[in-house]
């Protein structure tokens, strides 16, 4: 299975959401494949406490792979990260391993040639006999990374494959609105997809939303003190749902919401039971937010057509 994590705004929290996703799924028993196709800032080995390919790696990094048709790096988090809970992964009964394949260092954006998709669905195909989850971490708005993920996918070779989006937004009107116009806009997913060749409904059909960094008062209750604070983040938190629901962006294609958490707002890290029970540096709501999360990913049900 292929997820595309994709989001319109920079800080939306979707890289480290998508790291700690993977690390669940992972957990469960699957192998797990994460893809830093954010070409223009390859960092997602900084979140999987990965110090060589912190800014990415120094050779056949991902942009390696689609410009000068070298192979693919990839690591094994249980191997090359310095965190404890990643290294203990092959320790814990039942779980699998999870690979990052990084971008090069100081690699940015680079223009799509003719070649690149039918490359990259080369790289699918080959990733998803080898694992069982593949989550492809695309760089933020109408990017190139996007519009070669949808070119590849679009291919015949790649037809059988499931391919699921993930839309990350914040919980602020603006970012709703940025979110809106990704999927539904003139240049955005449907219509860009729907030229290279998908189907526009089941494309639609593969699209669902995660919010993140939203204040939950049943948690957060020492920061908000206030009776007025409390009252008027209810009152917004109402109307932020109106309008999502107005937008084609309400509950029935809500994927997950993940909560503010201090402690992953300054250390974007991948997150375990010991952060919770034994350090209680994060929260239970987090940690089961992200469960809950990688749980959606293969519920059949959940993403049955709308």
């Not at 830093?36 to 050779?59: L, Q």
């Not at 990094?61 to 000068?68: R, V």
């Not at 629901?245 to 375990?272: C, F, N, T």
Request: aromatic share 8%; charged share 25%; with cysteine.
């Amino acid at each position: 299975m292929l997820i595309f994590a994709t989001s319109d705004k920079g800080g939306t929290g979707r890289s480290v959401t998508g790291c700690n996703m993977a690390y669940r799924r992972a957990l469960q028993g699957e192998a797990v494949a994460y893809l830093d196709f954010d070409f223009g800032s390859p960092t997602a080995g900084a979140i999987f406490d990965v110090p060589k390919a912190e800014r990415g790696v120094d050779s056949c990094g991902l942009h390696s792979y689609f410009t000068k048709h070298t192979e693919a790096q990839q690591l094994d988090t249980a191997l090359h990260s310095d965190s404890d809970t990643l290294r203990d992964l092959p320790r814990i009964s039942g779980a699998s391993r999870l690979v990052l394949l990084p971008g090069d260092r100081d690699g940015g954006e680079f223009s799509i040639s003719a070649d690149m998709p039918a490359r990259c669905a080369q790289l699918f195909l080959k990733l998803d006999r080898e694992f069982d989850l593949c989550i492809v971490d695309l760089s933020a708005g109408r990017s190139y990374a996007v519009d070669l993920v949808l070119e590849a996918t679009a291919r015949p070779e790649l037809a059988a494959l499931t391919s699921r989006w993930l839309v990350f937004h914040r919980w602020t009107k603006q970012h709703i609105v940025a979110a809106h116009g990704l999927v539904f806009g003139e240049k955005g997913l449907l219509k860009a997809g729907e030229r290279r060749g998908h189907d526009a409904q089941r494309l639609n059909n593969s699209v669902r939303y995660v919010r993140t960094a939203v204040v939950d008062l049943g948690v957060d209750q020492e920061s908000v003190t206030r009776p007025a604070q409390a009252a008027w983040l209810r009152a917004y938190d109402r109307k932020l749902r109106e309008q999502a629901d107005k937008l084609r962006m309400g509950r029935a294609r809500l994927a997950g919401q993940i909560p503010y958490d201090p402690m992953l707002q300054w250390s974007e890290q991948v997150i375990d039971d010991s952060d919770v029970s034994g350090l209680k540096i994060a929260n239970q709501a987090t940690v089961q937010a992200f469960e809950d999360l990688a749980a959606k990913l293969s519920d059949e049900r959940f993403w049955e057509g709308l």
